[in-house]
């Protein structure tokens, strides 16, 4: 079965702090790979997506993530958070063979002022 | 607008009463996806409508959950005979065929 892990689930960081945020998944075919934002009181919405091409992708708000095709990771990373960042972060996987979306457990982010 | 929309955004209902959550997606997704959010909880995938396919159903935690997707447009979510652990936020989501989802801002359960 398809699975989506993101290993931490609660991350408390400083202002100015740097971020990355794991997520691994287990299929070894084609796969687009997400990333969803969810501030608190709003809906879900998308942070970046990665389809093909530079596996590096930049996404809305400074956020970036890298997919390492041989580790299985779309790992997230900021620079330097800002209080505003403070959200749930989601991982998701489309897998060309099932054509369905596989989310992790999510990550809840506190940025602390 | 033309992003997806739920009906209704809150709903209060007794434990034991049937509820209809409802699921208007984007125009031309051929997509649907309903999933459960629950208090500190992750996304949990309920059941997935694509094209004229048979849904995938995997997901709906107990033969009181029923859904279906009407000219391949909208969606209704049904639960019948409520339970206490059934509240939590339904979110519904469309998309393109490969495409990313697009969320609606969910439909909040509460049983009493």
């Known amino acids: 079965a398809q699975s989506v892990s993101q290993h931490n689930h609660h991350v408390i960081l400083s202002e100015a702090a740097s971020l990355e945020l794991g997520c691994n998944y287990s299929?070894?075919?084609?796969?687009?790979l997400f990333w969803y934002v969810q501030y608190p009181g709003q809906h879900l919405q998308l942070l970046l997506k990665y389809f093909s091409g530079d596996p590096l992708v930049k996404g809305i708000k400074g956020f970036e993530a890298e997919f390492i095709k041989s580790k299985f990771s779309f790992n997230l990373r900021k620079p330097s958070v800002q209080w505003s960042d403070t959200a749930e972060y989601f991982c998701?996987?489309?897998?060309?063979?099932?054509?369905?979306?596989?989310f992790g457990s999510g990550t809840k982010l506190n940025v602390k002022p | 607008g033309a992003g997806v929309s739920q009906s209704p955004s809150n709903k209060v209902t007794e434990k034991g009463k049937d509820v209809e959550l409802r699921c208007d997606p984007i125009?031309?997704?051929?997509?649907l996806y309903w999933y459960r959010q629950s208090l500190g909880q992750g996304l949990e995938f309920l059941i997935y409508?694509?094209?004229?396919?048979?849904?995938?159903k995997s997901g709906l935690p107990s033969d009181r959950f029923s859904a279906e997707r009407t000219g391949g447009s909208v969606s209704t979510l049904t639960i019948q005979r409520t339970q206490q652990e059934d509240s939590a936020v339904y979110l519904c989501a469309s998309s393109p065929t490969n495409g990313e989802l697009f969320f609606g801002e969910g439909s909040r359960l509460t049983v009493l």
């Open positions: 409508f694509q094209g004229n396919s048979a849904p995938d």
């Open positions: 998701a996987v489309l897998a060309d063979n099932f054509n369905k979306f596989y």
């Open positions: 299929y070894g075919g084609t796969v687009n």
């Open positions: 125009s031309g997704h051929t997509a």
